[in-house]
């Protein structure tokens, strides 16, 4: 659930960024939330 609010979230906010990018960061705070 809370990775699809980050990836829309993500998309709401920066829909220009590249596909990797988005990826990189909700991976980076999907391991941040879990620690």
Known sequence: MAVY???G???A???VKPIRY???AIFGA???YLK
């Open 5 to 7: 609010q980050l990836l």
């Open 13 to 15: 906010v920066a829909p």
């Open 22 to 24: 988005d990826v990189r």
């Open 9 to 11: 979230m993500k998309k």
């Open 30 to 32: 999907l391991t941040a």
